[in-house]
């Protein structure tokens, strides 16, 4: 399980560097890219509470296998596309199947551990999850500069071909059989709603920069708005009707968890976004190979680990909601140390030009990543865990997806101009905003986090959201 939910979330990261490879054998265009890289995660987000549900009526052992196969057979569909606007679609596909795949992991870990072993078996589990957004842009950058039998890029793809098929025969072997709960009615006109309101966001922010923001692009952001409106409402009236709707209604009703919705949405499309930009100045401005390029990112994933463990082990539990604050402010000061070295690069750049901002910027990402789902969780009730937990869990990718499209943007608005650095500085300044706007809404956050035993217990109830804690 470990295995298949590490290759799901690594796919969110690894193509981040494959920018300047598929320019050069699709014609892809920098619209192209933020699709290929934010479609994935656009997608995953969509669909990661229905997956949830999927699992408690059919079965998660059933669902686990379906997602595994599906996810499997996209990652070769990626792998042979043969213009950028099938690999697009095939991305979109790929993270439906994802969507599927990655919520079952921790209701099969509920349904076959228990006691101290569940205990042991969580401490893996969210650390070695996490080993995929930072493994990600250097195993892709890696496989693409190593071209190994002249496959260039698709070995981002192909990768998961092994891998997927020797996790379907363990699984196949291994994982008991259990009946899922025929009773559970899955809300589909919920989730078509969440689908169709988050494409209406993402196509214009995406697609907006290069059509020079016509009015279509403000109307479907508006019927986007709308869109979500009506899921509140129709989350409502499922509910009011005695059927179980895809989120709990009583949640958007308390003003913590809302305002915590938010400041995950910001908080994670800064973080995604600043981290792609990051990528695509090392490679497009500074001419770094794809696998330079995927180790320019270790200073950033060094960093995150030093504040995330920092926070974890003694900080967050010593100043409380504290942490949410002084980590966006270790995060300004890395970006604006940043814009230093930036503006004093010498002729000949090397990553460690640069290195010191981006670890100063990864241990303030690392500080807030590690706490803000236990704040955020800390207003809800018990019951109401496994929701809730599903709900930030699929705002976390929806907002990483958002965060491409408009750092993307701001990024290739001057880069086509040949000012990588002025696209960077520009990015950084979108960053440092959505970080200001976050420590604002963390004073509404309650001031102690939710207990690590209690977000635990509640855990089976959390993948019945799609959680991904």
């Known amino acids: 399980m470990l295995v298949a939910e590490i290759m799901d979330l690594l796919d969110a990261s690894i193509v981040n ?13 920098s619209v192209g890219l933020q699709w290929v890289i934010g479609g994935y995660a656009l997608t995953l987000g969509a669909g990661l509470i229905l997956g949830g549900r999927l699992g408690d009526r059919y079965g998660r052992r059933r669902m ?12 070769l569909l990626c792998a042979l596309a043969p213009n950028i606007e099938w690999l697009i679609v095939f991305r979109l596909l790929q993270g439906t199947a994802g969507a599927m795949l990655l919520p079952q992991g921790l209701g099969l870990l509920r349904e076959n551990f228990s006691g101290p072993e569940l205990t042991k078996v969580f401490g893996i589990f969210g650390p ?10 250097v195993l892709g950058g890696g496989l693409i500069s190593g071209d190994f039998f002249g ?59 290069e059509a020079g923001w016509p009015l279509w692009t403000w109307l479907c952001m508006a019927a986007s708005c709308a869109g979500f409106a009506a899921f509140a409402v129709q989350q409502r009236r499922t509910a009011a009707r005695g059927r179980e709707p895809l989120v709990t209604p009583a949640l958007l009703r308390k003003p913590a968890f809302t305002v915590g ?30 696998g330079e390029a995927g180790l320019g990112n270790l200073p950033l994933a060094v960093g995150t680990a030093i504040g995330g463990a920092v926070s974890g082990a003694f900080l967050a539990e010593r100043i409380g909601r504290a942490v949410l604050q002084v980590g ?33 910027a990864g241990i303030g990402a690392g500080m807030v990543i590690a706490a803000l789902f236990s704040f955020i969780l800390a207003a809800v009730d018990d019951n109401e865990i496994g929701s809730a937990s599903g709900v930030l869990s699929a705002v976390q990718s929806i907002g990483g997806s958002v965060g491409v499209a408009v750092f993307g943007s701001v990024f290739f608005a001057r880069a086509k101009t040949g000012d990588f650095t002025g696209g960077f500085h520009r990015a950084l300044l979108v960053q440092s905003a959505l970080l200001l706007v976050f420590l604002a809404l963390t004073v509404l956050l309650p001031k102690k986090a939710r207990p690590e035993e209690t977000m635990h217990a509640g855990a089976g109830e959390a993948e019945k959201a799609g959680a991904a804690v």
């Open 261 to 290: 919705l938010g400041g995950i949405a910001l908080f994670f499309g800064g973080l995604v976004g600043s981290q792609l930009v990051l990528t695509l100045f090392l490679q497009i401005g500074q001419h770094f190979t794809a």
């Open 64 to 75: 686990f296998l379906a997602g595994l196969f599906s996810f499997t057979a996209t990652s």
């Open 17 to 29: 560097v494959a920018g300047p490879a598929l320019e050069e054998s699709l014609g892809a265009s």
């Open 128 to 137: 070695v999850l996490g080993l995929g957004g930072i493994v990600g842009p």
């Open 328 to 360: 966006p402010l270790v995060q300004l000061v890395g970006a604006w140390l940043l814009w230093y070295e930036l503006d004093h690069l010498g002729t000949s750049f090397t990553i460690w030009d640069i290195a010191p901002g981006v670890t100063v």
């Open 151 to 209: 496959l260039g890029w698709r070995l981002v793809f192909l990768v998961n071909l092994p891998i997927g098929v020797a996790a379907l025969v363990l699984a196949w072997i291994f994982v008991p059989k259990r009946p899922g709960d025929r009773t559970v009615v899955v809300d589909t006109m919920g989730a078509a709603l969440v689908a169709v309101s988050c494409g209406l966001l993402v196509l214009p922010l995406n697609q907006g920069q």
